[in-house]
């Protein structure tokens, strides 16, 4: 059983690379991740801005639940 998935990619079209979200069931992985963004967020700037471009233009996953993603599908 797959119980969280990501998978990156690069978008040729805006010349990016990394991820949007994260799909998972695994409340134990999302809720310290959603509870503690703003630290994680701080730390990751701190990392990326010593990478080279595109790197440097790297931003953190949104982390969802199926759940959550069925609702955003819905809209």
């Not at 759940?67 to 809209?75: C, N, P, S």
């Given at each position: 059983?797959?119980?969280?998935?990501?998978?990156?990619?690069?978008?040729?079209l805006?010349?990016?690379?990394?991820?949007?979200?994260?799909?998972?069931?695994?409340?134990?992985?999302?809720?310290?991740?959603?509870?503690?963004?703003?630290?994680?967020?701080?730390?990751?700037?701190?990392?990326?801005?010593?990478?080279?471009?595109?790197?440097?233009?790297?931003?953190?996953?949104?982390?969802?639940?199926g759940?959550?993603?069925?609702?955003?599908?819905?809209?």
């Open positions: 059983m797959i119980l969280s998935y990501a998978s990156f990619g690069f978008d040729a805006e010349q990016t690379l990394g991820v949007e979200s994260v799909l998972t069931n695994d409340l134990r992985m999302k809720d310290p991740y959603v509870h503690g963004f703003p630290r994680i967020e701080a730390r990751f700037a701190r990392m990326i801005r010593q990478l080279k471009a595109p790197y440097q233009q790297a931003t953190l996953p949104d982390v969802v639940s759940e959550e993603l069925w609702g955003h599908i819905a809209l």
